[in-house]
Nanobody, 127 residues
Framework: QVQLVESGGGLVQPGGSLRLSCAASGFTLDDYAIGWFRQAPGKEREGVSCISVSDGSTYYADSVKGRFTISRDNAKNTVYLQMNSLKPEDTAVYYC????????????????????WGQGTQVTVSS
């Protein structure tokens, strides 16, 4: 059974850091580009970042560039999202997703590009 499981969310103060993990089971991530998305209440799901398999290319939304870092450990079948300098506007449910091709496409920020999704993990940035 194909499954993605996110973890690492929680409550953090503004300026703090969290590291999210996305662990895959039932398949290996070697052939999949992996994206991170987030969805705040009343808002559409937003593409945050994507990482390719072939050359490790990474992509970021402007809103998180310079603060978030995506990485992958194929040996552990896990992708990470390191989030630093967190802001209240980063508050959302964060999801990871797998795209059935090895490289992030031109529309990596679109949920329609992805085939498998995790259940999400809540990130709350508040003092």
């Amino acid at each position: 059974q194909v499954q993605l499981v996110e973890s690492g969310g929680g409550l953090v103060q503004p300026g703090g850091s969290l590291r999210l993990s996305c662990a895959a089971s039932g398949f290996t991530l070697d052939d999949y580009a992996i994206g991170w998305f987030r969805q705040a209440p009343g808002k559409e799901r937003e593409g945050v970042s994507c990482i390719s398999v072939s050359d490790g290319s990474t992509y970021y939304a402007d809103s998180v560039k310079g603060r978030f870092t995506i990485s992958r450990d194929n040996a552990k079948n896990t992708v990470y999202l390191q989030m630093n300098s967190l802001k209240p506007e980063d508050t959302a449910v964060y999801y990871c997703a797998a795209e059935s091709q090895p490289n992030c496409g031109s529309y990596y920020y679109s949920p329609l590009e992805y085939d498998y999704w995790g259940q999400g993990t809540q990130v709350t940035v508040s003092s």
